[in-house]
């Protein structure tokens, strides 16, 4: 490794750890070269530091704004160790040779996400740092770029082992940490000028994002993972505070996820959904928490063992209780009273999670080869005004409402998705079917299984009401939920053969309502 250089030059937002690590710096014979505000702080902590000024020979001008921007700081930077011709170009022209760059960034994010005002928003954002940063990063062969505090500790034990120089596998790792950064704080700064919405899908779209935790494995324990927040203000799934439990899984996070945003729909009353496999098997809304949990369980209990319970309401006491019954990965709510943490406290593999805010509703990205598809949140809200009924038989003002509770939970179930609901309560789902008569069948099936399970002479689904999250293409699907004992049906429509599905519906006197809306899932 090359002896180290004499200059390193630190200019930091976050200045949590810079002192111990300036020290270090300083201790290996490093000249400390900084600015303003991080110059201050150095020195109440007696360390000696030269200015950048000094450095360059230029003040800071235009209220600081140009301080770092200078020739002297990237020719500093960018010199090629071992080159003899840059050796002299510095030489000759009295620049310092830089082999440290210590930076992190102002906040651009954090004021983003507190709403600051918008001369706020942009006095944070930072043009010099994010200009260095890849200029040291490029350079990487002869100068290391520190990027986050939580790297000062490991950095400072190598520094000392190898009197001053770094390994070039740390520089290297080091260099990837710092194009990621500037990276992501670049899509914040872009994402943050397009939260107005007035340009809906730019030509550009930037994703970033910062580790929360590394998890076990992915979906299987061949793959490796990990949990990343796209910003500062942390919310949806990220917002998570886990009271108890193991740790979270990769499925874990996207069931929760998913249940998140399927029991975030419902406000007026207590809900409950449980999640299996991305894909809801029982919702409820009912008065209570555990009122709401025992009509969602009845769905399906064979498939809520081992599944995600989120509540719109904080866990209770009794709720806790009746869930401990069956063995359950998460439960998920806005909070836990004293009771319910005392009924879960024995099951330490429980994971407890609390979640402020129920809803996260922002964009959706997925990654395919070669790229990523983005689309915005499927918001569109169904209401009674929505409705076109176009059966002969009009639904009654019960059905109407079972009708739009079905068609609000088949959004949040894989397509194909056939829902059936009876008094605000699903009675069988059938999820992720490569045809709509498929699901149609085994959420019929699912529905049986479940009498049977929980003794009850009669049919779940006798009497229920039927949702599809896209058009009947034909009858077929239709009829196998009239066989089930549906009495009403909501759907798009917009099928060629809507005529003959409505003759269907007709036919077997059920009502049938059109939304307009389709909520495909994949």
Not at 12 to 29: C, I, M, N, P, Y
Not at 108 to 129: K, V
Not at 366 to 391: E, F, H, K, Y
């Amino acid at each position: 490794m090359p002896p180290p250089a004499r200059y390193a030059l630190l200019s930091v937002s976050d200045k949590t750890g810079l002192a111990e690590f300036a020290r270090v710096l300083h201790d290996l014979g490093k000249t400390l070269v900084s600015t303003g505000g991080t110059a201050e702080a150095l020195r109440k902590e007696g360390l000696p530091v030269v200015d950048v000024a000094e450095l360059t020979g230029s003040p800071e001008i235009l209220d600081g704004r140009v301080k770092t921007l200078h020739p002297h700081i990237y020719a500093g930077l960018l010199a090629r160790p071992g080159d003899h011709s840059h050796a002299e170009t510095l030489l000759r022209l009295g620049i310092a040779p830089i082999d440290f760059l210590v930076v992190n960034l102002y906040p651009i994010e954090n004021a983003a996400a507190a709403n600051a005002p918008l001369d706020q928003c942009i006095d944070n954002i930072d043009i010099g740092g994010p200009a260095m940063i890849p200029a040291a990063a490029k350079n990487h062969e002869g100068v290391a770029v520190v990027v986050d505090p939580a790297d000062y500790a490991a950095l400072g034990d190598e520094l000392r082992r190898n009197a001053g120089a770094l390994s070039r596998d740390t520089r290297k790792r080091l260099a990837a940490k710092a194009f990621a950064r500037t990276a992501a704080y670049d899509a914040a700064i872009s994402n943050w000028f397009l939260a107005d919405g007035r340009e809906e899908m730019p030509a550009y779209f930037a994703v970033g994002g910062k580790r929360l935790m590394k998890l076990r494995y992915g979906e299987n324990p061949h793959q490796l993972a990990a949990f990343y927040s796209t910003g500062e203000r942390l919310h949806g799934v990220a917002a998570l505070q886990q009271i108890q439990g193991k740790e979270l899984s990769y499925n874990n996070i996207a069931d929760t996820d998913a249940a998140l945003q399927c029991v975030g729909e419902f406000q007026d009353r207590a809900a409950c959904v449980i999640v299996k496999h991305a894909n809801p098997c029982g919702v409820a809304l009912a008065g209570t928490p555990v009122e709401a949990y025992r009509r969602a369980l009845a769905c399906d209990p064979m498939s809520a063992f081992g599944g995600i319970v989120a509540l719109n309401r904080p866990l209770d006491g009794k709720a806790a209780e009746e869930i401990v019954k069956i063995f359950t990965e998460v439960i998920v709510a806005p909070d836990a009273t004293k009771e319910a943490r005392s009924v879960l406290a024995g099951k330490h593999g429980l994971r407890l999670l609390l979640a402020p805010a129920l809803c996260d509703k922002s964009f959706s990205v997925r990654s395919v080869g070669g790229g990523m598809l983005v689309q915005s949140p499927d918001n569109a809200a169904l209401t009674r005004a929505g409705l076109r009924i176009v059966t002969k038989r009009q639904p009654s003002a019960a059905e109407v409402d079972d009708l739009i509770f079905a068609f609000t939970v088949a959004k949040h179930v894989k397509s194909n998705a056939i829902v059936y609901v009876k008094n605000l309560a699903t009675v069988g789902i059938g999820a992720g079917q490569m045809s709509r008569l498929d699901a149609s069948r085994i959420a019929a099936q699912k529905a049986a299984d479940a009498a049977r399970l929980c003794a009850v002479g009669a049919s779940l689904t006798a009497g229920s009401v039927v949702a599809s999250d896209a058009f009947f293409p034909f009858a077929d699907g239709l009829l196998a939920a009239v066989e089930a004992g549906a009495t009403a049906v909501i759907q798009p429509g917009g099928s060629l053969r809507d005529a003959e599905v409505i003759a269907a519906a007709d036919s077997a006197g059920v009502a049938m309502v059109f939304t307009g809306i389709r909520h495909f899932r994949h």
